[in-house]
């Protein structure tokens, strides 16, 4: 069976990552999703919301050689959650707060085959360079904290304030490809004969 791959995104992060794969896919924006950042435990939040990503598409995309792919990524500091920033203020206080610390990245991630949903949730540990004031107004200034759960791209200008990282590259920017190639692997899609063209 040809598969026909969708990933259900706007994260223009994401779309880079699975370009790596050398796979065809469509990318489609999730209808209006509103993310949620309280409740239970940093990997139930992230795999909820990428099943409603999934979710808010699901009726345009039912045929049985669909597959349908989400991923969702939150930051977790001492207990709390960290989301986008809401304005300039709020980048600066959160790269106030991860100034120096090691932090948690989570990424929930969702595909959705014949019908079933699989998800996994991966953690990768990253610590921060200790920022002056000057160093934050520098990064506040390019945009990039204003885009992205944490305030940072470690993919981008970011990467230069990265002190150290214990775990996959790929969850921090946004797509465990690791834990995709795992999911597919348990719906039975052999990712690596569709990589070869078999």
């Given at each position: 069976?040809?598969?026909?791959?969708?990933?259900?995104?706007?994260?223009?992060?994401?779309?880079?990552?699975?370009?790596?794969?050398?796979?065809?896919?469509?990318?489609?924006?999730?209808?209006?999703?509103?993310?949620?950042?309280?409740?239970?435990?940093?990997?139930?939040?992230?795999?909820?919301?990428?099943?409603?990503?999934?979710?808010?598409?699901?009726?345009?995309?039912?045929?049985?050689?669909?597959?349908?792919?989400?991923?969702?990524?939150?930051?977790?500091?001492?207990?709390?959650?960290?989301?986008?920033?809401?304005?300039?203020?709020?980048?600066?206080?959160?790269?106030?707060?991860?100034?120096?610390?090691?932090h948690n990245v989570y990424t929930?991630?969702?595909?959705?085959?014949?019908?079933?949903?699989?998800?996994?949730?991966?953690?990768?540990?990253?610590?921060?360079?200790?920022?002056?004031?000057e160093e934050i107004g520098f990064?506040?200034?390019?945009?990039?904290?204003?885009?992205?759960?944490?305030?940072?791209?470690?993919?981008?200008?970011?990467?230069?304030?990265?002190?150290?990282?214990?775990?996959?590259?790929?969850?921090?920017?946004?797509?465990?490809?690791?834990?995709?190639?795992?999911?597919?692997?348990?719906?039975?899609?052999?990712?690596?004969?569709?990589?070869?063209?078999?």
């Open positions: 069976m040809k598969y026909k791959f969708i990933l259900v995104t706007t994260s223009p992060r994401r779309i880079e990552l699975l370009r790596k794969l050398n796979i065809k896919f469509d990318v489609i924006s999730p209808k209006v999703v509103k993310e949620k950042y309280k409740g239970n435990s940093p990997c139930d939040i992230v795999i909820c919301n990428a099943i409603n990503k999934i979710n808010s598409v699901n009726e345009e995309y039912k045929d049985k050689d669909t597959i349908l792919i989400a991923a969702d990524t939150l930051i977790e500091l001492n207990g709390k959650i960290i989301g986008k920033p809401q304005n300039k203020e709020d980048a600066i206080r959160i790269l106030k707060t991860l100034s120096g610390k090691w929930g991630i969702a595909i959705k085959v014949d019908e079933k949903i699989y998800t996994d949730c991966r953690v990768t540990k990253v610590k921060l360079k200790e920022l002056s004031m990064y506040i200034k390019t945009g990039e904290p204003l885009e992205v759960a944490g305030a940072y791209r470690i993919q981008g200008i970011g990467t230069i304030f990265i002190e150290e990282i214990h775990g996959s590259y790929d969850n921090v920017v946004g797509l465990p490809l690791s834990r995709l190639y795992v999911l597919l692997k348990k719906a039975g899609i052999d990712l690596i004969k569709i990589i070869s063209g078999q």
